[in-house]
């Protein structure tokens, strides 16, 4: 991300995310337990994350998780994806090229985030771990909450710069 997309005030502060590969999955359940058994992590809840061995999956819905995976995971999962999901109806699609991230955090997110996105970020109403889909303006993105002051955003990378102005806006719009 570049450096003029980086912000930290009070309250909050916005990095840009590790470097990842991405898979989107789409598939029954049987498809997706494969999937996920082949590279070490539950099935997830719908909506819900859960991360394993460099591995993170996000289930976005009833029969779509996108797979987060960290470098030294990749290799073994793609290996492990290609012989697990042989022969099973499903789409695992490399979207590395098309995505990147943002790291939010501070305490403010919980009033800087509702100006972006119309969804309640209120630790009771997106709990630790829930990951959704959402709006981010104009952005559509996936919103990931790893910490109780800890969000991960997901976006096009074309939208990647949109998405950080946007945050910084509202940032600085909502300090008292």
């Excluded at 809840?45 to 996108?66: F, H, K, M």
């Excluded at 290609?82 to 009033?111: F, H, M, N, Y």
Aim: hydrophobic share 50%; aromatic share 8%.
């Amino acid at each position: 991300m570049a450096e003029s997309n980086m912000a930290t005030l009070a309250g909050f502060s916005m990095q840009g995310g590790p470097a990842l590969a991405r898979w989107t999955f789409q598939g029954r359940e049987a498809a997706q337990a494969a999937a996920c058994k082949a590279v070490g992590c539950a099935v997830p809840e719908l909506l819900r994350a859960v991360t394993q061995d460099g591995v993170s999956a996000l289930r976005l819905g009833p029969y779509e998780i996108l797979f987060l995976v960290e470098p030294e995971a990749r290799a073994r999962a793609e290996a492990a994806w290609t012989k697990a999901l042989a022969g099973i109806p499903c789409s695992l699609v490399e979207v590395s090229a098309r995505q990147d991230s943002l790291v939010l955090g501070g305490d403010r997110l919980e009033d800087i985030l509702p100006c972006l996105s119309p969804l309640d970020f209120a630790l009771e109403a997106f709990p630790i771990g829930m990951a959704t889909r959402t709006l981010l303006d104009k952005a559509d993105g996936v919103i990931w909450r790893k910490g109780e002051q800890d969000f991960h955003v997901e976006v096009w990378r074309s939208f990647l710069p949109y998405a950080a102005s946007m945050l910084k806006n509202a940032a600085h719009d909502t300090q008292f």
